[in-house]
């Protein structure tokens, strides 16, 4: 499904209600939350802010994360009142074990911290450590609570009521998948069923020599 398509379905809310029919409802409490109806970005127009890894290491969001690689984003913090959190992250190393080798040479999997002030790398590194992350699969922080911000908002993870909006849990449900070279976007519900989201990432997942407009002689 070509970006173009897939902003005339609305964003993130056309695509959560394309999978949701396919995958596991996951609870009432996850099903009631809202993701505003925001086009998915290009990878360029997203903030190229400075985030750290759970080993303490300085990545660009684009030119290191993000350019010619296909990847999953969620956001997520480890302090989660609600419980949401280690449930999606253990949903997703379940994920990360479907993806297998290819995590890390083909796939990639950022795991981006709302919560930049008590969410440092070293607890992340302990965090990740508690799921069995394999390289290939990034816990990131940002140096600031406003470049969150910026990226949570443009990635559409965000709520048109302010009050809702100002809960972080509203903000983790949902999975943002790309393939930067092809300038393709799909999501998913971050609890759907392991091989459900692994179908999803698979419409994106085309092999190398192609390009955005046609496929490479």
Not at 124 to 151: C, I, M
Not at 167 to 194: F, S, Y
């Amino acid at each position: 499904m070509h970006r173009r398509t897939f902003i005339a379905l609305t964003g993130h809310v056309a695509a959560v209600s394309l999978v949701a029919t396919a995958a596991a409802a996951p609870s009432n409490a996850v099903a009631k939350r809202r993701i505003a109806p925001t086009p998915i970005p290009t990878a360029l127009s997203l903030p190229n802010v400075t985030l750290r890894t759970q080993d303490n290491k300085k990545v660009k969001l684009y030119e290191d994360l993000l350019k010619n690689k296909i990847f999953l984003i969620n956001m997520f913090f480890v302090a989660c009142t609600d419980g949401q959190c280690p449930l999606v992250t253990a949903n997703l190393a379940r994920v990360q074990s479907l993806i297998g080798k290819r995590l890390g040479r083909d796939i990639f999997m950022y795991s981006i911290s709302l919560d930049p002030i008590l969410d440092t790398p070293e607890s992340l590194k302990a965090y990740s450590t508690h799921f069995n992350v394999q390289p290939g699969w990034l816990f990131l922080t940002a140096e600031n609570l406003p470049d969150v911000e910026r990226l949570r908002k443009a990635l559409g993870y965000w709520d048109p009521d302010p009050k809702v909006d100002a809960q972080k849990t509203t903000h983790t449900g949902i999975a943002t998948m790309g393939n930067e070279a092809l300038d393709r976007w799909v999501a998913c519900p971050t609890l759907a069923e392991p091989r459900e989201i692994k179908r999803v990432l698979s419409y994106l997942d085309w092999p190398k020599g192609w390009s955005r407009n046609h496929r490479a002689s």
